[in-house]
């Protein structure tokens, strides 16, 4: 099992800043990309930043500029970086990694629980 811990979320001004975190733990062989996604009230999850083993990062349009990806490979974490918040980006977020836990393994895709990010006016 593969588990995704996830910390950050909160309320924030908008204008503000906010960082997410998220941590990978449990049976790990490597893991290949990793990121994050949001879902709001009424819209389905979509993906905001993700990043693959290599560093190679992509970005939402709507969050590009704004938010920036960084990635520990030796801890398995990666968090997200939230600036210039808008009432917009209030949703719940998740953290998202594609793991393999075995040298002969497939990869599965674990998520985290959820954390909430509520941008005020």
């Known amino acids: 099992q593969v588990q995704l811990v996830e910390s950050g979320g909160g309320l924030v001004q908008a204008g503000g800043s906010l960082r997410l975190s998220c941590a990978a733990s449990?049976?790990?062989?490597?893991?290949?990309?990793m990121g994050w996604y949001r879902q709001a009230p009424g819209k389905q999850r979509e993906m905001v930043a993700d990043?693959?083993?290599?560093?190679?990062?992509v970005y939402a349009d709507s969050v590009k500029g704004r938010f920036t990806l960084s990635r520990d490979n030796a801890k398995n974490t990666v968090d997200l970086q939230m600036t210039s918040l808008k009432l917009e980006d209030t949703a719940v977020y998740y953290c998202?990694?594609?793991?393999?836990?075995?040298?002969?393994?497939?990869?599965?895709?674990?998520w985290g629980q959820g954390t909430q990010v509520a941008v005020s006016s």
């Open positions: 998202r990694a594609e793991v393999y836990t075995s040298f002969y393994s497939l990869p599965s895709i674990y």
């Open positions: 449990g049976r790990i062989f490597r893991v290949t990309d």
């Open positions: 990043m693959n083993k290599e560093g190679d990062t």
